[in-house]
């Protein structure tokens, strides 16, 4: 249970108290009136919960499911753990390309150990609990529905807030509207993160980032993956040379990667999962639904407070705020579904409720690291979106394998670096870098993007021989070209 909250450390490494001093529950009414009520206890939440209360305010959190939310329990933490595990498993079977023989037997229970043991307690939220009301906050379990202006309704009780509300309820794996498939027992994130034996055969439904992900570490654990893509190609939100690099080394890796392919039905019978596409059907003993992430804005009661509850997702503006007296941070805002959004927006609320000031969210530098092996992290705009908004742009691109480092590194050496230059300002506004450590890569083009440094100072600088990032300087110079 990681970087969420204001903790950045495993539950097992904090120093809870004993107790729960201040936590109360739906049936109990002391505590009732408040300065804060934040909704919903992920990333996004827990840090506003925790930090507001650190600097006095009575605040009560409210939480109908695990304090922490997505990221330790179902989301970033275990799946990094499994892609963490798998990329060991790749690397021993590099070994014979550069250092002698190998052979691994790859054993799953040792990551669905560490994911029980190390990452979720068992999915047990105790010591996330126990930090929050450590601090001075006040816990109610269950899930909460505004019903006016600072009042939240949880089970039967009222909670009135004399500062406002926090909409931090985050998101739930969007389930598509398939023929069949409603009926039948498909996986989620939250269900695949909790499995003890993996499967002999997996059908992934979604070729984003967390179907992607999930995809390589099974196929590495033995498993025959089929990813099921209805867009032309996988990491459809990313530039499209990432897709199909990941879908060259996954085909090699002997992924099967149906693209163009919208699932039209599913059926199941015995222990099989039939999926429809196009004229043919797939089959597989398990099937993963990892098809985005849907806000459900109605049962959280917005209309009561002035807000659309048809909306996709909660606006705000730059300071967070949604309405008078309404802060909403995280995926629940749409804007680009991370845990690293979700603390930076969870920042400028707080600053906003205790009056701080300070900056305003900027989003022309959001990082986002598909962490698949190579990894793809990309900043800013894509060279299609900046097109679409107008900007005239140069492209520069580079490939990894051609580079020192990358020709050193070898077997698992493919990737790329492209930046996108706006030739009217001689600045990044946009840059993907795919490869091995391809989302630490990232760090320098995100600071580039941010920073507006002119592309003349970032090619006046010395890169370090023979390193990843040094790809970057090629990457420039391909802006000539
Ligand atoms: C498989 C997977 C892998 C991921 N990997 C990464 C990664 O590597 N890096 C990254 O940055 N992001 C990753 N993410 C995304 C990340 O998990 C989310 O962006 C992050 O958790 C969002 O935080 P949040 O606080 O907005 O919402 P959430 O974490 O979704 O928390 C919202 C909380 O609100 C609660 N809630 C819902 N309704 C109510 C209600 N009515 N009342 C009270 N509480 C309510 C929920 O129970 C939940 O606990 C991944 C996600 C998945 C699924």
């Known amino acids: 249970m990681q970087e969420t909250g204001t903790q950045e450390t495993s539950p097992h490494q904090t120093s809870p108290q004993e107790t729960s001093p201040h936590q109360t529950g739906p049936h109990e009414t002391s505590g009732t009136e408040t300065d804060v009520i934040v909704l919903g206890l992920g990333p996004g939440g827990e840090y ?18 695990l304090v922490g939310g997505e990221c330790p329990y179902f989301g970033c933490v275990p799946s990094k753990m499994m892609i963490r595990a798998a990329n060991v498993i790749a690397e021993t079977r590099r070994v014979p390309l550069l250092a002698g023989t190998s052979s691994v037997i790859p054993d799953w229970s040792k990551v669905a150990l560490r994911i029980r043991e190390e990452a979720t307690d068992y999915w047990d939220d105790k010591v996330a609990v126990d930090r929050f009301t450590g601090k001075g906050g006040h816990f109610v379990r269950g899930a909460g529905r505004i019903t006016g202006p600072g009042q939240v309704r949880v089970g039967d009780v009222t909670y009135t807030a004399r500062r406002g509300i926090v909409i931090s309820t985050g998101t739930d794996p969007a389930i598509p509207p398939v023929d069949g498939l409603a009926g039948t027992p498909y996986w989620t994130n939250r269900d695949i993160v909790q499995v003890e034996q993996v499967p002999e055969s997996l059908i992934i439904m979604g070729g984003g980032a967390i179907g992607a992900e999930l995809a390589q570490v099974f196929a590495r654990f033995g498993t025959k993956v089929t990813i099921v893509e209805a867009l032309p190609r996988l990491l459809p939100q990313e530039e499209p040379e990432a897709g199909e690099l990941i879908e060259r080394v996954f085909t090699a890796e002997g992924i099967k990667v149906a693209l163009n392919a919208p699932a039209a039905r599913v059926t199941k019978h015995g222990t099989q999962f039939t999926v429809h596409v196009g004229q043919g059907a797939l089959m597989a003993e398990r099937l993963l639904v990892a098809t985005g992430r849907r806000v459900e804005l109605a049962a959280l009661g917005v209309a009561s407070i002035g807000l659309d509850e048809k909306a996709r997702f909660i606006r705000v503006d730059d300071r967070m705020k949604a309405a008078d007296g309404v802060w909403a941070v995280g995926d629940v805002t749409g804007q680009g579904q991370f845990t690293h959004m979700a603390m930076y ?32 992290g990309s900043v800013g705009l894509s060279e299609a979106q900046a097109r679409a908004a107008g900007f005239s742009i140069r492209v520069g691109c580079t490939q990894v394998p051609y580079s020192a480092r990358g020709w050193i590194h070898k077997a698992g050496n493919d990737g790329f670096i492209k930046v996108i230059l706006d030739t009217e300002r001689g600045v990044l506004i946009g840059a993907t870098s795919a490869g091995p450590t391809g989302g630490e890569v990232l760090s320098a083009l995100q600071v580039a993007v941010r920073a507006q440094v002119p592309v003349t100072t970032l090619r006046n600088m010395p890169y370090a021989y023979p390193t990843f990032y040094r790809a970057i300087e090629e990457a420039l110079k391909a802006l000539d070209k």
Request: negative net charge.
């Open 48 to 65: 506003v919960a925790e930090t507001l209360a650190e600097a006095g305010l009575h605040v009560t959190g409210v939480e109908p499911r």
């Open 345 to 376: 927006q969870g920042d400028i609320a707080v600053r906003d409720i205790l009056g701080h000031g300070g900056a305003c969210a900027d989003y022309s530098a959001v990082p986002r690291v598909t962490f698949t092996d190579p990894e793809v």
